[in-house]
């Protein structure tokens, strides 16, 4: 059986919980559709993630790469590009911060991910799970991961669909803020969003 590949994050920004990574131990293990669930979380550091990252990319050589994160919109949203530019201003949760804003100075300036995320909204609407497509990743962590696995999808030729789905944040979340006005989706309608995406696959 073919192997899925799910990342999430750790927590950032004040938080102590990150959906992505709720879900992703929730599927860890699970045998979904056409595929073996194995998932990573990444921790939130331009110095180590990549490194995470591929690291699973070599031990479990997965035809999928469902990248998540938090972002805090109202629904579910996949991403249709990466953009090869970071925030310097922002440092990650090390206290790293990139000395430059391209992410990679021989890279493309961008690259469309190769799973067809409008397809894969209209399959989460189809089952009243609120999405659309995002053409912004934003400029801090998740556009630079994903970035960086297309990137080597592109040049190393490798046989891998990848994108990037942010989750809106828990409900805990904003309770933990005092954030009343925060979008927020319950975790078992997030981990029902990556499981119908999950069987939609091929």
């Known amino acids: 059986m073919a192997k899925l590949l799910i990342t999430g994050f750790e927590p950032f920004d004040g938080f102590t919980i990150n959906p992505s990574e709720e879900v992703a131990k929730t599927l860890d293990g699970q045998k979904i559709g056409n595929y073996k ?3 990573a979380v990444l921790p939130l550091d331009y110095e180590k993630a990549l490194d995470l990252l591929n690291y699973n990319l070599e031990k479990h050589t997965p035809r ?3 990248c998540c994160g938090q972002a805090n919109r109202a629904v579910i949203t996949i991403e249709r590009i990466a953009i090869n530019a970071i925030n310097t201003k922002k440092s990650d949760n090390y206290g790293n911060t990139p000395e430059t804003d391209i992410i990679n100075d021989k890279g493309a300036a961008a690259y469309f991910s190769n799973l067809d995320s409008h397809k894969l909204v209209a399959i989460l609407r189809e089952n009243d799970i609120p999405s659309e497509v995002s053409y ?6 998740c556009n630079w991961l994903l970035y960086n696995i297309l990137h080597r999808i592109e040049t190393e030729g490798l046989d891998i669909r990848a994108t990037f789905i942010h989750l809106p944040p828990l409900p805990i979340q904003a ?5 009343m006005t925060l979008a927020t989706m319950p975790l078992e309608l997030e981990v029902e969003a990556l499981l119908t995406i999950i069987e939609s696959l091929e």
């Open 136 to 141: 912004c990743a934003g400029a801090y962590g």
């Open 64 to 66: 999928i790469v469902l």
């Open 175 to 179: 309770i933990e803020k005092d954030m």
């Open 37 to 39: 669930i194995v998932s």
